[in-house]
């Protein structure tokens, strides 16, 4: 989008208010008079931002003036935020509450359609093998049952551990991917969620 002048700024935000606040865009003679400026003024201020495009007109009938988002607002779309509830152990389990500790923008390519998803941040080493660090943040998609294998986060007498889920006779193993670590066997272990992403930042 080509540079706005300081006027062009003030009319384009109107009419994004004015949309969100309608639902339906302002006429060439709303604008006008919001601004103590003539029609012609406010039409010629439409095309100018329409040739930078920052508007466009779907037709020559009122109210036909329209918003173009930019690449930035797309993407910011196509973002969900996800909640950082707090760490959970690569390592020996370790006691974890609930904590809202803010979000973390993850696109929605990467996430299923009607799921729910938690973000925690991982504290050891105990999963290395499979490339998850100390550090790294965990999104876990939310659910009470996963299958043999999944890499799970669950809890254990309150405290809260990643690591590879297996469902034995009458117990359940949490297997480390690293070999210092022995697995954890429980019979009481309580399942929040499956591994969905691994984000790292540097």
Same mark, same amino acid.
């Not at 876990?140 to 999944?150: A, L, M, R, T």
């Given at each position: ?7 062009? =700024? ?10 969100? @606040? ?37 037709? =020559? #009938? ?8 930019? $690449? ?5 779309? =196509? #973002? ?28 929605? @390519? ?31 998609? =939310? ?11 669950? /809890? ?40 969905? $992403? /691994?984000?790292?930042?540097?």
């Amino acid at each position: 989008m080509k540079e706005l002048t300081l006027r062009q =700024k003030e009319i384009l935000s109107f009419v994004k208010k004015y949309i969100s @606040s309608h639902s339906y865009p302002p006429t060439i003679r709303e604008i006008a008079a919001y601004f103590s400026i003539t029609a012609k003024g406010a039409h010629d201020h439409i095309t100018a931002l329409r040739k930078k495009g920052a508007l466009k007109q779907t037709g =020559k #009938c009122m109210r036909t003036i329209g918003l173009v988002k930019d $690449q930035e607002e797309e993407n910011s779309e =196509k #973002c969900m935020e996800i909640p950082i509830l707090g760490t959970v152990a690569a390592g020996q389990p370790i006691l974890s509450e609930e904590n809202w500790d803010g979000t973390i923008s993850v696109h929605q @390519s990467l996430l299923k359609k009607n799921k729910k998803y938690f973000a925690l941040k991982v504290r050891g080493d105990s999963m290395t093998g499979i490339g998850i660090m100390d550090g790294d943040t965990a999104v876990i998609e =939310k659910q009470s049952v996963v299958k043999n294998g999944d890499i799970a986060v669950a /809890v254990i007498d309150e405290a809260v551990t990643l690591k590879r889920f297996f469902r034995e006779n009458n117990r359940v193993r949490l297997q480390a991917e690293n070999p210092a670590y022995k697995p954890i066997y429980t019979q009481n272990a309580r399942v929040l969620g499956r591994l969905a $992403q /691994v984000l790292r930042f540097y």
